[in-house]
């Protein structure tokens, strides 16, 4: 599936499945695949969200932290926390994510927000890193 309408978020080369979406579980899980340099948006949201990483190498923003992940690292994203996913540039990164089926919609940073990430230098790297 696309991951979102293009003009709507920034992103670059990501797809997005969901794997299961039952009440039974009240929850989603979803399947997301970026190409190698591809990003997800920069966004948070009320719900947290639980994420294993599948295959690739890359970096995630999670609040005021850029963390390296690899395949079978865990990630949790708590409620109105910053966060991105990247892909190296050397190939493409996939992971798992579980979150509640009924859930908001993602904020975007507005530019005072985004000049607070901007002042960490390792966030502002990460923000800079250039796509192909």
Not at 61 to 83: K, N, R, S
Request: some cysteine; glycine content about 6%.
């Amino acid at each position: 599936m696309q991951y979102k309408s293009e003009g709507s978020a920034p992103f670059h080369k990501v797809s997005r499945q969901v794997l299961f979406d039952l009440d039974e579980l009240g929850c989603q899980w979803r399947y997301f695949e970026m190409a190698a340099d591809g990003h997800t948006t920069l966004e948070r949201h009320q719900h947290v969200h639980a994420v294993m990483i599948l295959r690739g190498h890359g970096q995630c923003l999670v609040g005021d932290q850029v963390i390296d992940v690899a395949p079978h690292d865990l990630v949790e994203v708590p409620p109105l926390t910053w966060h991105q996913f990247r892909a190296d540039g050397n190939a493409p990164m996939g992971f798992l994510c579980l979150v509640r089926q009924d859930r908001d919609r993602p904020q975007l940073p507005d530019t005072q927000a985004l000049a607070r990430l901007r002042d960490n230098p390792a966030i502002r790297a990460f923000l800079d890193r250039k796509h192909d």
